[in-house]
């Protein structure tokens, strides 16, 4: 499975968008300009832009879904279920047709080491005009869609939505160009602009009273503040060298990426187009809620990390140990953070949805509890694409992406008659069921054991169900003595936070030490860099 990103075009209810992979770029050269004039090795300067880069990725996300959250609150209040169902179907339909234009062509320009203006140009024009095709036919298409659904909302919300998919392209490749570069800080600052302005925008028209229009109005302004951030923070202006020859050499490598970008959304959402034929928008709404403030921890932690993976994991193609060993180390890493959040999420969601969102919003919370226990392949699945991809396996994540895929529509069309419930544990046990085949892929091409992540995933992973035990033991008492208010759910994250420390502390005591090492490293490189110049 690929890795998941957050999307470049719709707003934050947007299904999670998969970043497409292009053909693997050659090894890098034993040393580069810069190094053979600091003195620096290739790894070490990889490594500190490696961290560099994730950590301005994870600030970037940290604070764009952090703003989101906030004002997703404010419209969750303002909406209902069934307005935020009729947007998710129809940016479900819009997502496929993004990832249909994007034609793998942002991630082919990161991938190459020597980029060269000719592809630049070319990238960026293919880009918009299928960006416009892509939102023709999906503007023709929106009736038949709202017809398949059963909900003919949603045809003029997909038309309005189509429209701004080639206006969004705009920006695509001097984003591309910027992630290339590991100029992570200028797509923060853009990220931030952009989630602050649309989502003021959405709750503004939300208290005015637009309903399911205020999402659109969030879409429109998202789009326009970030093309225009895009194009003032790179100065690069695409030229008129379109070459059919390098646009056939780019899609005959992406293609089966794009098949893979479509299996991974449709594998997310498909769940959707089950829900709204049996049970109507409003079950639609409230299970991509709760999918949502999971999506919100992946978002946050895991996508920065998993985009910045493709770019370091390239770069060590022919050192298979190395490549294992950070590969296993990025997952560790990652699921030391993203383990108690989930689990202690899970934990408290029967106080979190009624507290924040409103009590029309609880029929949520036991859809996210069981959602919360797909914790390892969540981790998980936002590495192993990269790992593939940097390894030049496409063929090996599509035929993994199309096994999930299939898995998640014979479990959700045996259980969506039970209720939310029900589908949400088909999407759990459709995770764990595929999780091995992924890992075998890993391990037999990317050289990868699967004895080895597992014991990189196993401290946080102890720690974190250790901690949502207590908490959820505690709960009780908790709300016994202190009511079910902001002040009991404070002092649960105060006990869970306490609770994973101290277990993290007993299970996990070597890699905390191999992080801190890490850390130290990443300082002392910075230093010896400084005094170099």
Not at 4 to 31: D, E, K, T, W, Y
Not at 343 to 356: D, M, N, R, S, T
Request: aromatic share 10%; with cysteine.
């Amino acid at each position: 499975m690929v890795a998941p990103i957050h999307c470049r075009s719709l707003c934050f209810q947007c299904p999670i968008a998969v970043r497409p992979f292009g053909p693997p770029s050659p090894p890098l050269p034993a040393r580069s300009p810069r190094v053979a004039e600091t003195g620096l090795s290739v790894p070490d300067g990889l490594k500190r832009k490696t961290a560099l880069a994730m950590l301005w990725s994870v600030l970037r996300s940290a604070w764009a879904n952090l703003a989101t959250f906030l004002l997703f609150i404010l419209l969750a209040r303002l909406l209902g279920p069934a307005e935020f169902g009729i947007f998710a179907l129809a940016s479900l339909f819009l997502e496929g047709a993004r990832i249909m234009a994007s034609a793998g062509l942002p991630d082919a320009v990161i991938r190459e080491q020597e980029l060269d203006e000719t592809l630049a140009d070319t990238a960026f024009w293919a880009t918009i005009g299928l960006a416009a095709l892509a939102g023709a036919a999906a503007f023709a298409a929106a009736p038949f869609y709202a017809q398949l659904v059963g909900q003919e909302e949603v045809t003029a919300v997909v038309r309005w939505l189509a429209v701004l998919l080639p206006f969004s392209a705009l920006g695509t490749i001097h984003a591309a160009r910027l992630a290339r570069d590991f100029r992570q800080k200028s797509l923060a600052l853009q990220s931030m602009a952009a989630s602050l302005a649309s989502g003021s925008a959405a709750v503004a028209a939300a208290w005015a009273g637009w309903g399911i229009w205020a999402l659109v109005v969030q879409s429109a302004v998202s789009s326009a503040v970030t093309v225009a951030l895009a194009w003032a923070s790179l100065r690069w202006r695409p030229g008129f060298g379109f070459r059919w020859a390098r646009l056939r050499g780019i899609l005959g490598f992406s293609a089966s990426m794009v098949a893979t970008q479509l299996l991974w959304m449709l594998l997310v959402r498909v769940q959707d187009l089950f829900l709204a034929r049996w049970h109507g928008a409003e079950a639609v709404g409230t299970y991509r809620v709760a999918w949502r403030l999971i999506e919100l921890i992946g978002q946050s932690v895991l996508a920065p990390a998993g985009s910045v993976a493709l770019a370091t994991l390239s770069r060590m193609q022919t050192d298979p140990a190395r490549f294992a060993r950070t590969y296993n180390r990025l997952v560790g890493a990652a699921g030391l953070v993203t383990f108690p959040l989930l689990f202690g999420f899970g934990a408290l969601a029967p106080q979190i949805f009624p507290l924040v969102f409103s009590e029309r919003w609880a029929g949520a919370a036991p859809v996210a509890m069981v959602l919360v226990l797909m914790a390892v392949p969540f981790v998980t699945n936002f590495f192993a694409g990269p790992a593939l991809a940097a390894m030049n396996r496409a063929q090996s994540v599509l035929g993994v992406a199309a096994l999930q895929f299939a898995a998640t529509l014979v479990l959700t069309a045996l259980l969506v008659p039970y209720g939310l419930v029900a589908v949400a544990a088909a999407y759990v046990l459709r995770a764990y069921l595929t999780l091995p085949v992924q890992q075998l892929a890993l391990a037999r091409h990317a050289h990868v054991p699967m004895i080895e992540t597992a014991r990189a995933l196993a401290p946080p992973l102890l720690a974190a169900v250790g901690m949502a035990l207590g908490v959820w033991m505690a709960a009780g008492p908790l709300i016994a003595r202190l009511g079910e208010g902001w002040t009991m759910l404070g002092a649960a994250v105060a006990l869970g936070a306490t609770l994973y420390t101290g277990l993290m502390l007993l299970f996990g005591r070597p890699m905390l030490r191999d992080l801190a090492a890490l850390a130290r490293s990443l300082k002392s490189d910075r230093k010896d860099e400084d005094a170099l110049r």
